[in-house]
């Protein structure tokens, strides 16, 4: 079946320090992939994606690369702040009816001052 | 921006009532959905729906219905609630394609008493 694998957190970080949270996923057919942002408190915002093989999403810093070889898609970001600690979810769409995600099941990022 | 409008930031029931989750979206997207997310257990779909008056069961509808007369709400309807349905609820919307990615809600946490 379809799947989202991503490392368990939570992941503490001092600030300005490089962050990588791993995303692995099964997938039939060629799914779109994404990283979704939750605040405390808030629904999930969409923080970046890639809808193809090789294909580098980017935003606010935070990039990832579709990786169809290692059915990867890892979020990075050279120097993290404080205020990026949210609970971050890897998750892939596939063009079946309806569009359905299946989401990851989230990554706690801690960011200390 | 797409705006996805859940009536309830926070609502306490009682076991037994009848509960309605009310979700409106303002840029006409045919997709909406229903998840609700709990610790450890991550996002779960429990319907959604790809046109006014269709509806589909996600992985976990026991014990809920929806509701969509219009293309711009999708209802979720508890229709006796439980203990075991405490939880947050988040609405998403997405337009036809798998590229484009979900606009959620900031959700409804329910605590049933």
């Known amino acids: 079946g379809n799947s989202v694998t991503q490392m368990e957190g939570p992941v503490t970080l001092s600030e300005e320090a490089f962050l990588t949270i791993n995303c692995t996923y099964t997938a039939t057919g060629y799914p779109s992939l994404f990283w979704y942002v939750q605040y405390p408190g808030e629904g999930l915002q969409l923080l970046l994606k890639?809808?193809?093989?090789?294909d580098k999403g980017s935003n606010k810093g935070f990039e990832a690369t579709y990786r169809k070889e290692t059915t990867s898609f890892h979020l990075e970001k050279g120097s993290v702040q404080v205020s990026d600690s949210a609970v971050y979810f890897c998750a892939l769409t596939l063009n079946t009816g309806g569009f359905k995600t299946i989401f990851g099941a989230g990554t706690r990022l801690f960011v200390k001052a | 921006d797409v705006k996805v409008t859940q009536s309830s930031r926070y609502l306490v029931k009682r076991t037994g009532e009848k509960v309605f989750l009310e979700c409106v979206q303002d840029?006409?997207?045919?997709?909406m959905f229903w998840y609700r997310q709990d610790p450890g257990l991550g996002l779960r779909l429990i319907y959604f729906s790809y046109d006014v008056k269709m509806k589909e069961k996600g992985d976990i509808p026991e014990g809920y219905s929806v509701s969509r007369e219009k293309k711009e709400r999708f209802s979720l309807i508890l229709e006796s609630a439980s203990t075991n349905q405490t939880s947050m609820y988040l609405c998403?919307?997405?337009?036809?394609?798998?590229?484009?990615?979900?606009?959620f809600g900031s959700g409804t946490r329910l605590t049933v008493v």
């Open positions: 840029m006409d997207h045919e997709n």
């Open positions: 998403a919307s997405t337009s036809g394609g798998q590229v484009y990615g979900y606009t």
């Open positions: 890639a809808t193809k093989a090789d």
